[in-house]
């Protein structure tokens, strides 16, 4: 399955993942997510997501980086329902609220105003 930054997706498999002394955050079974980055491996590639930002790490062959989640925990998001388009917006809505707290009701008002057909779906 290929992926490409941007693309929202859902978590379906959570299970082994690495403690919180490599990551404090991390994917839940059913959580809506954004693509920030991709990283090609010989394992497959590895997801980083905006909605989770975890510490840098130092690889043993030398060099840093954020641990990323194997593409094999997620699965595209289908278009077709507002639980997950309310999901999606929910953490830019917060930062709305508190940047701008008039105009985050109002934005919020127009978004809620969206039709159902054309919001995302997580079968």
Sequence with gaps: MSFHVGQVVVCVDDSGLPGPDVVTEVPKVGGVYTIREIRPDEYGDGLLLHELHNPLLQWVCGGEGEASFHNRRFRPAKMTSLEVLEAVLEPTRRLE?????????????????????SALLVN
């Design 97 to 117: 609220e508190i940047q701008h707290p008039g105009d985050a009701l109002q934005r919020k008002r127009q978004v809620l105003g969206v039709s159902a057909t």
